[in-house]
């Protein structure tokens, strides 16, 4: 945190007592450990695992131009895929805080490089993906009510809010809920994909497997051209999207030194090989011209090989999306709560509730904000714009696990992998980066514009240090009114890990509860 965010908060005289208050009985409030291997594993999968593979597996074929390359892109794409996420394994037990990328970004290469991170990501990235996926889910589901054409706009906006309000009720209730969500819609998208996978293996023993041979599988349907391919990376690339996002709860793992790289070795295959083989069972019912022209594949597929029982397919995807949004509220927030203990968001999103020990604050920004971006109609464009931006930071976070080995030698790593790991993810990366500026400038150019206009929000926000008292006093009495809201206290880092002295110092100044609060809330027991 910088000293100006230090400053700037040292005006809340009475919170040091609630503080202390807190500390003195030992029964502080923290995050609570309670996400176990099982769980770790939901997380990733089902966060990775959305409507893409159910929907629209065209983009890695249309330019990869041929079965057999599409199926090298899918296999190619999970190793570095895999790569990523045990370089984020290291820097993960390396730095054992919840906020992912924004906490090694922001720890390695400073304040303002930490903000932008996070800037991008509150501003557009996760709302607008909560969103969208949200009106996947309402769209499957109202589907079958209007066979013959789209279901009201408003109606899927309103089912898409009501799914968005459901979870995040269930969060703010209990991370074990929340857990327990993530598990079951996890189970319940793998059983769908491997009824998928059987049907495929059904289709070979028949004898259909024309497609998977080698010389028709490797026949383009159009020239090959090394742009395309690359933009086949670049669509499998995004399929494999939150392959990061248990990072963001690193705090609340269960023996995270030993569950998080398990965690990792389990899911990323296992994604890799759900991903290759439903691939391969579409192929078997469908030529690449049906799959092209298809825009729900495994809706598609179903209507080929399941008749009557077809319907399961659009239930699949309803199931599929209802864990992708559970995942990404709980990780987000997280983010968001990870950047408020830090400084760089209002300190209140930093604080969870005295019994449930859950960030209910950061949870009902993420919902709010989420809600606020089914407003608009221009959500597909926003995600392309910050998409560079995504990618972009996954290769400055990697590049910050080499520049820390050699500030840090020492530095205690219980996870140390050879340094060709990140030197192979970043040529890909670079490969994708440089293509991406090449091919779409000014999608790119837009997307680093709207990052760009957090480095204004950062100096007045908080590298500012000597702001009016007046301003201070009032966000004070803001934050005061949103603890009694929300019945929340800052969490005891002796628990919940992560900076303790910046803890400290944090937990003393930036909690306007006076002490009698902090005596009411002390007896939570978390």
């Given at each position: 945190?910088?000293?100006?965010?230090r400053?700037?908060?040292?005006?809340?005289?009475s919170?040091?007592?609630a503080?202390?208050?807190?500390k003195?009985?030992?029964?502080?409030?923290?995050?609570?450990?309670?996400?176990?291997?099982?769980?770790?594993?939901?997380?990733?999968v089902?966060?990775?695992?959305?409507?893409?593979?159910?929907?629209?597996?065209?983009?890695?074929m249309?330019?990869?131009?041929?079965?057999?390359v599409a199926?090298?892109?899918?296999i190619?794409?999970?190793v570095?895929?895999?790569?990523?996420?045990?370089?984020?394994?290291?820097?993960?037990?390396?730095i054992?805080?919840?906020?992912?990328?924004?906490?090694?970004?922001?720890?390695?290469f400073?304040?303002l490089?930490?903000?932008?991170?996070?800037w991008?990501?509150v501003l557009?990235?996760y709302?607008?993906?909560?969103?969208v996926?949200?009106?996947?889910?309402s769209n499957?589901?109202?589907?079958?009510?209007?066979?013959?054409?789209?279901?009201?706009?408003?109606g899927?906006?309103?089912?898409?809010?009501?799914?968005?309000?459901?979870?995040?009720?269930?969060?703010?209730?209990?991370?074990?809920?929340?857990?327990?969500?993530?598990?079951?819609?996890?189970?319940?998208?793998?059983l769908?994909?491997?009824?998928?996978i059987?049907?495929?293996?059904?289709?070979?023993?028949?004898?259909?497997?024309?497609?998977?041979?080698?010389?028709?599988?490797?026949?383009?349907?159009?020239?090959?051209?090394?742009?395309?391919?690359?933009l086949?990376?670049?669509?499998?690339?995004?399929?494999?999207?939150?392959?990061?996002?248990l990072?963001?709860?690193?705090?609340?793992l269960v023996d995270?030194?030993?569950?998080?790289?398990?965690?990792i070795?389990?899911?990323?295959?296992l994604?890799?090989?759900v991903y290759?083989?439903?691939n391969?069972?579409?192929?078997?019912?469908?030529?690449?011209?049906e799959?092209?022209a298809?825009?729900?594949?495994?809706?598609?597929?179903g209507?080929?090989?399941?008749?009557?029982?077809?319907?399961?397919?659009p239930?699949?995807?309803?199931?599929?999306?209802?864990g992708?949004?559970?995942?990404?509220?709980?990780t987000?927030?997280r983010?968001?709560f990870?950047g408020?203990?830090?400084?760089?968001?209002?300190?209140?999103?930093?604080?969870?509730h005295?019994?449930?020990?859950?960030?209910?604050?950061?949870?009902?920004?993420t919902?709010?904000?989420?809600?606020?971006?089914?407003c608009?109609?221009?959500?597909?464009?926003?995600?392309?714009y910050?998409?560079?931006?995504?990618?972009?930071?996954?290769?400055?976070?990697v590049?910050?696990q080499?520049?820390?080995?050699?500030k840090?030698?020492?530095?205690h790593?219980?996870?140390k992998?050879s340094?060709?790991?990140?030197?192979?993810?970043?040529?890909?990366?670079?490969?994708l980066?440089?293509?991406?500026?090449?091919s779409?400038?000014?999608?790119?150019?837009?997307?680093?514009?709207?990052m760009?206009?957090?480095?204004p929000?950062?100096?007045?926000?908080?590298?500012?240090d000597?702001?009016?008292?007046?301003?201070?006093?009032?966000?004070d009495k803001?934050?005061?009114?949103?603890q009694?809201?929300?019945?929340?206290v800052?969490?005891d880092?002796g628990?919940?890990?992560?900076?303790t002295?910046?803890?400290?110092?944090?937990?003393?100044?930036?909690?306007?509860?006076?002490?009698?609060?902090g005596?009411?809330?002390?007896?939570?027991?978390?």
């Open positions: 945190m910088t000293d100006g965010a400053q700037r908060t040292s005006t809340s005289g919170a040091k007592d503080a202390g208050g807190e003195e009985s030992g029964g502080g409030v923290a995050l609570k450990k309670e996400i176990g291997l099982v769980s770790a594993c939901g997380i990733i089902g966060n990775i695992i959305g409507s893409g593979i159910f929907v629209s597996p065209k983009g890695v249309e330019n990869a131009s041929s079965v057999g199926l090298v892109v899918w190619i794409t999970g570095i895929t895999a790569i990523g996420a045990l370089c984020y394994a290291e820097l993960g037990v390396t054992p805080k919840s906020g992912g990328d924004y906490s090694y970004v922001k720890d390695i400073g304040g490089a930490g903000f932008l991170r996070l991008i990501a557009v990235i709302p607008t993906n909560q969103a996926i949200a009106l996947t889910f499957y589901v109202l589907q079958p009510l209007f066979p013959t054409c789209f279901p009201p706009e408003n899927l906006r309103l089912l898409a809010a009501v799914c968005l309000l459901l979870l995040t009720w269930v969060n703010c209730s209990s991370v074990r809920w929340a857990t327990r969500v993530q598990d079951i819609f996890t189970a319940g998208k793998l769908a994909l491997a009824l998928i059987i049907m495929g293996i059904v289709q070979i023993c028949k004898g259909e497997y024309y497609w998977l041979e080698p010389a028709n599988a490797f026949e383009p349907f159009q020239e090959y051209d090394v742009g395309l391919i690359a086949a990376f670049l669509q499998g690339s995004f399929a494999y999207g939150g392959w990061n996002f990072n963001y709860v690193t705090e609340e995270p030194y030993v569950n998080l790289p398990r965690a070795f389990i899911s990323i295959p994604v890799t090989f290759v083989f439903a391969i069972a579409y192929v078997t019912a469908m030529s690449p011209q799959l092209l298809s825009n729900a594949v495994a809706v598609t597929f209507e080929k090989l399941l008749g009557v029982m077809a319907w399961i397919m239930i699949s995807v309803a199931l599929s999306t209802f992708g949004v559970n995942g990404s509220l709980f987000s927030s983010l968001f990870a408020a203990r830090e400084g760089h968001l209002p300190s209140l999103l930093a604080m969870i005295v019994k449930r020990c859950t960030p209910i604050p950061a949870l009902l920004f919902c709010l904000s989420t809600l606020l971006m089914l608009t109609s221009d959500m597909y464009t926003l995600i392309n910050v998409g560079f931006i995504n990618y972009l930071f996954y290769g400055v976070t590049t910050g080499i520049v820390l080995r050699f840090q030698p020492d530095m790593r219980p996870i992998i340094l060709i790991w990140p030197v192979i993810y970043l040529i890909f990366w670079a490969f980066l440089i293509f991406s500026l090449y779409e400038p000014v999608v790119c150019g837009i997307g680093l514009a709207i760009l206009t957090g480095v929000v950062y100096f007045l926000g908080v590298y500012w000597n702001k009016p008292q007046c301003f201070d006093a009032f966000v803001m934050t005061y009114l949103g009694k809201f929300c019945v929340v800052y969490p880092e628990n919940g890990g992560g900076s002295e910046e803890g400290e110092e944090m937990k003393e100044a930036r909690s306007p509860l006076s002490k009698e609060d005596e009411n809330h002390k007896s939570a027991d978390c």
